[in-house]
């Protein structure tokens, strides 16, 4: 078990709070502890680095900012300490097309959703199903490009989701990474959902990045996550903790796993017990 704590990172959907809920009060509860006891607090998350997630802490009712986010699965770093922010490349407009015209097929026979993020690009295809929903959650319109990859690569962008069941998220896979495996990943964010990236960027990429910047050791770091794009999180830091509820390959790459879920608080409950009161902060 980690012995000196300087900084936290959890990942937000389905580990912190299930899509668009409350923050559970146990976890509001052991957030503000750590903060009182000098523990930097982060996000760590697939989401574009913008106004809504810098207001993340407010919309969970808590009355302080976050020390440091990590968005677009390790392409973006913020932290409060410095004015500027890292971001990677965005992704080669001729670059996007060939892919999607490489998996074209499999888009149209089973009517996959496809959505750019990041760069101001909204385009997406297919929309249905959780793309709906993300939407809805998210407060905004995707532009519906269904059909026209041209104008799907209108504008570049940082990252494109491909959302799905999951047995047809396992063809794209496997079809994706024979021909562009040497330079690109699909990292899975839920399940039937997967995300194109650069190799070589990570949310453990990314929470190094914040590290160094700070003279913050990861070993120093605790971590929470519950699906394949946490792996890199959890791996990177000195304790990663994947939730109860989580995926069975997170399990099996983490230091320790939670006795409660996501909607029962298993974050603030695991802090509480391992962390918290073994320190005597309570």
Same mark, same amino acid.
Request: proline content about 3%; hydrophobic content about 40%; overall charge negative.
């Given at each position: 078990?980690?012995?000196?704590?300087?900084?936290?990172?959890?990942?937000?959907? !389905?580990?912190?709070?299930?899509?668009?809920?409350?923050?559970?009060?146990?976890?509001?509860?052991?957030?503000?502890?750590?903060?009182?006891?000098?523990?930097?607090?982060?996000?760590?998350?697939?989401?574009?680095?913008?106004?809504?997630?810098?207001?993340?802490?407010?919309?969970?009712?808590?009355?302080?900012?976050? =020390?440091?986010?990590?968005?677009?699965?390790?392409?973006?770093?913020?932290?409060?300490?410095?004015? =500027?922010?890292?971001? !990677?490349?965005?992704?080669?407009?001729?670059?996007?097309?060939?892919?999607?015209?490489?998996?074209?097929?499999?888009?149209?026979?089973?009517?996959?959703?496809?959505?750019?993020?990041?760069?101001?690009?909204?385009?997406?295809?297919?929309?249905?199903?959780?793309?709906?929903?993300?939407?809805?959650?998210?407060?905004?319109?995707?532009?519906?490009?269904?059909? =026209?990859?041209?104008?799907?690569?209108?504008?570049?962008?940082?990252?494109?989701?491909?959302?799905?069941?999951?047995?047809?998220?396992? !063809?794209?896979?496997?079809?994706?990474?024979?021909?562009?495996?040497?330079?690109?990943?699909?990292?899975?964010?839920?399940?039937?959902?997967?995300?194109?990236?650069?190799?070589?960027? =990570?949310?453990?990429?990314?929470?190094?990045?914040?590290?160094?910047?700070?003279?913050?050791?990861?070993?120093?770091?605790?971590?929470?996550?519950?699906?394949?794009?946490?792996?890199?999180?959890?791996?990177?830091?000195?304790?990663?903790?994947?939730?109860?509820?989580?995926?069975?390959?997170?399990?099996?790459?983490?230091?320790?796993?939670?006795?409660?879920?996501?909607?029962?608080?298993?974050?603030?409950?695991?802090?509480?017990?391992?962390?918290?009161?073994?320190?005597?902060?309570?």
């Amino acid at each position: 078990m980690i012995k000196t704590i300087k900084a936290f990172a959890a990942d937000i959907d !389905m580990t912190l709070s299930a899509k668009g809920s409350p923050l559970p009060d146990i976890t509001k509860e052991a957030l503000q502890i750590l903060r009182e006891h000098g523990v930097l607090l982060g996000l760590a998350t697939g989401r574009e680095l913008n106004q809504r997630l810098f207001d993340q802490a407010k919309n969970w009712d808590l009355d302080y900012q976050f =020390d440091f986010l990590i968005g677009m699965n390790g392409g973006q770093v913020w932290d409060r300490f410095h004015e =500027d922010h890292w971001e !990677m490349d965005l992704m080669k407009q001729d670059t996007m097309r060939e892919m999607l015209y490489y998996l074209k097929p499999i888009i149209d026979e089973y009517e996959v959703s496809v959505n750019a993020e990041g760069g101001g690009n909204n385009n997406a295809m297919n929309i249905h199903g959780e793309l709906i929903s993300s939407m809805i959650r998210r407060g905004f319109k995707f532009d519906d490009v269904t059909g =026209d990859i041209e104008a799907f690569c209108a504008k570049p962008c940082f990252k494109m989701l491909f959302r799905t069941t999951p047995e047809v998220e396992k !063809m794209i896979r496997t079809s994706f990474l024979e021909k562009y495996g040497d330079q690109y990943q699909m990292i899975g964010s839920f399940p039937g959902t997967v995300e194109i990236m650069p190799k070589g960027i =990570d949310k453990g990429t990314g929470l190094a990045h914040f590290a160094e910047r700070n003279g913050i050791d990861l070993k120093d770091i605790i971590t929470f996550g519950d699906n394949e794009n946490d792996n890199p999180l959890l791996t990177a830091s000195g304790w990663g903790v994947c939730l109860a509820d989580g995926s069975a390959q997170t399990k099996a790459i983490a230091d320790d796993i939670t006795e409660l879920g996501c909607l029962e608080g298993g974050v603030g409950d695991y802090l509480m017990k391992h962390v918290i009161r073994p320190n005597g902060w309570v």
